[in-house]
């Protein structure tokens, strides 16, 4: 992958179709080709923006020339990348066994907690399936997919997989909730702090089981 000025006004864009004019500066993507090698497809950087945006971004960032609108390419990536992402989490469903790990803290998802099958590599003729805990969907995405998650839910889960996403936001934002986190880390007796830690979820209507909050700690954790 890589970004340069187009050598010539022959390429057309594999996004728009429209030609890339020479010297412009174009998004190359190598792809395997139809028999041996690779072959290469070119994009304007605005449509690889939006079409290809997890791979533009780190060519961009490398990419120290001058960029004409620079922020604005930048700041509509951003938006890209999460709208990509977000649609490549599948559903929310129970881990059957602990032996997968999360795509984006690298730890165990433990046997039943909730997680998110998530699409990889979409442009593969056979794309594979990762997993993330139920808390890491929302870095994984950069965004609140609280709504999203939602429909991807069946209605059994439904009520948990909303109270593990709220009290994330709660240990994230609320002081007392910070507070009893911090506290569970530096307790010699951290079975009782998690229980008030729990018992204060509670109050804020996010009952979790057990495995749920301990896990939900562990990953926080590992942040």
Same mark, same amino acid.
């Given at each position: 992958?890589?970004?340069?000025?187009?050598?010539?006004?022959?390429?057309?864009?594999?996004?728009?179709?429209?030609?890339?004019? &020479?010297? %412009?500066?174009?998004?190359?993507? %190598?792809?395997?080709?139809?028999? $041996?090698?690779?072959?290469?497809?070119?994009?304007?950087?605005?449509? /690889?923006?939006?079409?290809?945006? %997890?791979?533009?971004?780190?060519?961009?960032?490398?990419?120290? =020339?001058?960029?004409?609108?620079?922020?604005?390419?930048?700041?509509?990536?951003?938006?890209?990348? #999460?709208?990509?992402?977000?649609?490549?989490? !599948?559903?929310?469903?129970?881990?059957?066994?602990?032996? /997968? &790990?999360?795509?984006?803290?690298?730890?165990?998802?433990?046997?039943?907690? !909730?997680?998110?099958?998530? !699409?990889?590599?979409?442009?593969?003729?056979?794309?594979?399936?990762?997993?993330?805990?139920?808390?890491?969907?929302?870095?994984?995405?950069?965004?609140?997919? $609280?709504?999203?998650? #939602?429909?991807?839910?069946? =209605?059994?889960?439904?009520?948990?997989?909303?109270?593990?996403?709220?009290?994330?936001?709660?240990? $994230?934002?609320? /002081?007392?909730? &910070?507070?009893?986190?911090?506290?569970?880390?530096?307790? &010699?007796?951290? $079975?009782? %702090?998690?229980?008030?830690?729990?018992?204060?979820?509670?109050?804020?209507?996010?009952?979790?089981?057990?495995?749920?909050?301990?896990?939900?700690?562990?990953?926080?954790?590992?942040?």
């Amino acid at each position: 992958m890589t970004i340069e000025p187009a050598t010539s006004a022959r390429a057309k864009c594999r996004a728009c179709k429209k030609p890339i004019a &020479k010297g %412009e500066l174009r998004f190359g993507e %190598e792809v395997p080709g139809n028999f $041996d090698g690779v072959m290469t497809f070119w994009y304007h950087l605005t449509c /690889a923006a939006s079409q290809r945006p %997890e791979q533009l971004g780190p060519e961009l960032a490398k990419y120290k =020339k001058p960029i004409p609108d620079r922020a604005a390419l930048a700041a509509s990536l951003e938006g890209a990348v #999460a709208s990509t992402r977000t649609a490549k989490l !599948l559903r929310v469903d129970r881990a059957p066994t602990s032996r /997968a &790990k999360c795509q984006q803290c690298k730890q165990r998802i433990e046997k039943t907690t !909730l997680r998110v099958p998530v !699409l990889l590599d979409q442009d593969q003729t056979m794309p594979g399936t990762g997993f993330l805990h139920l808390v890491c969907a929302p870095v994984y995405a950069g965004t609140d997919v $609280d709504v999203y998650l #939602a429909g991807k839910t069946t =209605k059994p889960d439904r009520a948990e997989a909303a109270a593990v996403l709220k009290a994330q936001k709660l240990l $994230d934002t609320v /002081a007392r909730g &910070k507070d009893l986190e911090l506290g569970t880390r530096k307790a &010699k007796k951290e $079975d009782a %702090e998690i229980s008030v830690l729990s018992d204060w979820l509670e109050e804020q209507g996010c009952a979790l089981q057990s495995v749920e909050l301990t896990q939900l700690l562990n990953v926080r954790a590992k942040r």
